[in-house]
């Protein structure tokens, strides 16, 4: 099923990437009982850091906040509210702390802060890459956390996950390395299947790999592997090779980092994004989803537009330019972009050809865009 000379490229990659985020999770930086694993953050820095003096440039995405303010209040938070506050207090715990371990080893931390607002709103987005890469220039390491002080649910990005999977296609970077408490993405459960084994690589999600992931896997962090493989997606598409490995373990950034056989990979596709391109996959939160034909599927793989006569299916509550998936026959999706009609139009207009839009929607004499989505305003995303 999995391609050995493709996993020997994407290890190559991952050994020769000069531009590299490293995505830790609250379960990896802290202990079962909620309290931080000081002895598993400094060798993980001194690892971040030992790479960037062997001339590569480095992004920390982290979690943690809401862990250190649990940590030092003793408050077991349930509302948004109560978890913003949590968050407010334990940033700065958690910045002290890595500002304690960067400065042993010569660095300076800058932290940076972001919501879901940041990501959709062109002009934050571009800032955001300024920001981070000026940052780099300087030879400061970049801490970057959702802001959960101000975010909810409506806002977040969803989780450091594709944070950090949003952070590395806005950067350009080469690879992303997501270190979880678990080594991978196996063929089943492992903690109810023995015979489950890790799937060395990845080359293409699939419904069949999204069927996959599971629910999160502790009460500790956010994420689980459902949110890595949408990571994954982000990643790959955007030209970032990823790698899902076990942070607990012993030197894996440095093994991670030489090309070792561990955990999982997801490889690059060839071709970087430009930055409205990036901009238009992942800074923009989808609303909805398209579903189209198989003839339809193959002209857009082709270059074409999204045709309204290629559609079948139509969900979610849009409005025109809004970003919506598009989705083919097996529930895969295969491409995003930008709609240039309303949810409500569109499921009027679905498998009908352009001259008949003006009567089907009442408009008269008026002048209809002829396609759904613009080739200009469309990621393919497989």
Known sequence: MYDKRKITDARNR????????????????THASGEFN???????IRSMVDEINAGREIVFVTSGAIAAGRSRTRIKA????????????????????????????????????????????????????????????????????????????????GDNDTLSATVATLIDADALIILSDIDGVYTANPAVDRTAHLI???????????????????T??????????EAAKIAMTGGVTMLIADG?????????????????????????LRLRKRYLAFGQKIA????????????????ASLLAAGITCVEG??????????????????????????????????????VAFAALLNRGTAELPETVIHRDNLVMMK
């Open 14 to 29: 991952l050994r020769e990437a000069h531009r590299i985020v490293v995505k830790v999770g609250t379960s990896t930086l």
């Open 38 to 44: 000081l002895w598993r953050v400094e060798r993980l």
């Open 78 to 157: 349930a509302t948004i509210p109560e978890k913003q506050a949590l968050a407010a207090i334990g940033q700065g715990m958690l910045m002290h702390i890595y500002e304690k371990f960067f400065a042993e080893y010569g660095k300076i931390p800058a932290q940076i802060l972001l919501t879901g607002e940041d990501a959709r709103h062109h002009a934050r987005y571009v800032n955001s890459r300024n920001a981070l890469l000026a940052l780099l220039a300087m030879g400061v390491v970049p801490v970057v956390n959702e802001n959960d002080a101000v975010s909810t649910n409506e806002i977040k990005i």
């Open 200 to 218: 060395d690589e990845i080359p293409e999600i699939t419904p069949a790999v999204e069927e996959l992931a599971g629910g999160a896997g502790t």
């Open 220 to 229: 500790r962090g956010t994420g689980g592997m459902r949110t890595k493989i």
């Open 248 to 272: 607990r373990a012993d030197n894996v950034l440095r093994r991670a980092l030489s090309g070792d056989k561990i955990g999982t990979v997801f490889p690059a596709r060839e071709a970087h």
């Open 288 to 303: 909805g989803s398209l579903t189209v034909d198989a003839g339809c599927e193959k002209a857009l793989a082709e270059g």
């Open 317 to 354: 509550d849009f409005i025109a330019g809004d970003s919506a998936r598009v989705l083919n026959t097996d529930g895969q999706e295969i491409a995003r972009g930008s709609v240039n009609y309303d949810a409500e139009d569109l499921l009027k207009i679905i498998g009908q050809r352009t």
